[in-house]
């Protein structure tokens, strides 16, 4: 998948969610919005022959809205920003104009409303790391481990790629807020899949939750897993330190004590530690 993922390190993919990934490869019309900007459309490279900055910014708002028809207003708002006046409608006009020449004036269907018509193969990256972490949880909640690696692994690192980099507008960084949350959502599931495969899989859950917890350290998720996942390689008495260290965080910045969840494994741990030295 080129600059996109690597599929190779996720071999336990389902062949439904390799048909998904691999639509960036074999699909005529593929969108990269995440790291290096791509647009390929029925096989033609066309984003370096965008009309400049403001072009890029309305393509990637139509991609991103894509399941609906916009209003010039918005996409005004969209393009020029939030004070944009309304005297800039022409400019609006000629953008599109130009946007239509490049893309083809059936993909960029409407008027007053205004709505991008993909093939139905399309690959948008962003839907690809949405839909990734929608199978991730998924098979997470049904406890398919094996199954929940790739895609928990493809959400992580798509998400990681800054969003249409140089660029900044309100709508983006919503974008990006939404994209971190399943960068975060996604470790999460990798870490805990491969907590559930156990055995050889254990050091990845180990670095997987040590990422999580350095990404988001008042997540508590990230901590549970670490200590669990050196319960399960006799490492107990890290594990405790683990607990020890998000107790004083939550206790002083927080002023509260961690969740249920965490201090089973937290009692959990201290049953067989005295097990051991009994």
């Known amino acids: 998948m080129g600059a996109m993922v690597a599929v190779g390190a996720f071999p336990n ?10 639509m960036s490869d074999t699909s005529a019309t593929r969108i990269q919005l995440c790291g290096r900007f791509v647009v390929r459309l029925d096989g033609r490279r066309v984003e370096d022959a965008l009309p400049g900055t403001n072009g890029r910014l309305l ?79 998924s098979h997470i909640a049904k406890g398919q481990w094996a199954e929940a690696w790739g895609p928990s692994g493809v959400a992580y690192h798509v998400a990681s790629r800054p969003l249409l980099q140089g660029h900044d507008r309100p709508w983006l960084d919503e974008w990006r807020r939404r994209l971190a949350d399943v960068r975060l959502h996604g470790l999460e599931c ?34 549970r897993i670490l200590m669990e996942a050196l319960e399960q390689s006799s490492n ?18 927080v002023g509260t004590a961690p969740s249920p969840a965490v201090q089973t494994v937290y009692r959990r741990l201290l049953d067989n530690t005295t097990t051991t030295t009994a």
């Open 13 to 22: 993919l389902s062949p439904i969610f390799l048909t998904l990934v691999g």
């Open 59 to 137: 393509f990637a708002y139509l991609v991103l809205n894509r399941l609906r028809r916009i209003n010039r207003d918005e996409l005004l708002m969209a393009v020029y920003g939030d004070d944009a006046p309304s005297d800039y409608h022409p400019r609006l006009s000629v953008l599109l104009s130009k946007l239509r020449r490049v893309v083809g004036t059936e993909l960029v269907a409407g008027r007053s409303e205004i709505e991008l018509v993909l093939s139905p193969d399309a690959f948008v990256d962003v839907e690809a790391a949405l839909e990734a972490l929608h199978r991730a949880q």
């Open 190 to 223: 990798f870490a805990a899949a491969r907590l559930g495969l156990g055995g050889p899989t254990l050091p990845q859950a180990e670095e997987c939750a040590r990422r999580l917890i350095e990404l988001a350290p008042y997540r508590e998720t990230g901590y």
């Open 236 to 253: 107990n008495a890290e594990a405790l330190l683990v607990y020890d260290r998000l107790r004083v965080l939550l206790r002083e910045e």
